[in-house]
């Protein structure tokens, strides 16, 4: 995205953000509670379309576009607080998604070889998996829409420690296999780890745009903007 404005009513949350992420690399977007991580992806996803900039899709500018358009474009997203279907069963929330293309990666059984126990529990309704395997499930199920770019709004939040260092794991798998991701993470040391880029976000405004590296040698960057390391 460039040159990125948006807001709500009249309220201006975002101001002016400029990032890129990379065919097959993984960028980092942190910031504090409010910085403005979701509405940059609402922005994306065409929630909330921009007021002013532009938002491309490996050249072609989507913003403005329809939120269904854009998913079909290649626009995968993995909401913040998962929103599984809870009622569906798990290969019935898979089955939904599935969008297939010519290039198209992902389908059932790769999904199912990615993540063994939803497998094990593709019968049961998705409602009664606990935290980290409904994690899983939002993850696979925007794996089955073949997106070219993945979104992801705080995969780690609110699990225990074993399942986010799981969650870690899958993210980095996928992005062995190529998949380019946006990832928002409040676990600063996770998104460190994995991403390649890194831009931090403070009040709506990019504070910092660097390599993953940089950002990991300089401990007051991190303190500053994003509390403890
Ligand atoms: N639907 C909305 N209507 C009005 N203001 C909103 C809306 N959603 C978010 N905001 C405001 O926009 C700002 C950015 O919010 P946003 O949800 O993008 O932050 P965030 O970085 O994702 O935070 P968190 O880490 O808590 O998820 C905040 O000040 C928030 O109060
Ligand atoms: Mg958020």
Redesign the pocket.
């Known amino acids: 995205m460039q040159g990125v404005d948006a807001l709500?009513?009249d309220?201006h949350?975002l101001h002016g953000i400029s990032f890129e992420v990379g065919a097959g690399r993984v960028l980092a977007l942190l910031?504090?509670?409010?910085?403005?991580?979701?509405?940059?992806m609402?922005a994306i996803i065409g929630f909330l379309p921009p007021r002013k900039g532009a938002i491309r899709l490996f050249g072609e500018p989507i913003a403005g576009l329809a939120p269904e358009r854009i998913a079909r474009k290649g626009v995968g997203f993995v909401p913040?607080g998962r929103r599984i279907f809870p009622t569906l069963t798990v290969r019935e929330n898979l089955r939904v998604s599935e969008r297939r293309s010519a290039s198209s990666v992902w389908n059932l059984a790769r999904v199912f070889e990615l993540f063994p126990q939803l497998e094990e529990r593709a019968e049961q309704v998705a409602g009664s998996l606990s935290g980290g395997e409904q994690q899983m499930l939002a993850i696979a199920r925007a794996l089955m829409g073949n997106p070219r770019v993945l979104l992801m709004?705080?995969p780690s939040e609110g699990l225990a420690p074993l399942i986010v260092a799981e969650v870690g794991r899958t993210i980095a798998r996928l992005k062995d296999e190529g998949q380019s991701i946006l990832l928002?993470e409040?676990n600063v040391r996770l998104a460190l780890e994995l991403a390649d880029e890194v831009v931090i976000?403070n009040t709506?405004r990019v504070a910092f745009t660097g390599s993953a590296g940089e950002a990991r040698g300089n401990e007051a960057l991190i303190t500053q903007h994003l509390g403890v390391f």
């Open positions: 709500y009513g309220s949350v910031g504090r509670n409010g910085a403005g991580k979701t509405t940059c609402s913040q709004d705080e928002v409040q976000l709506g």
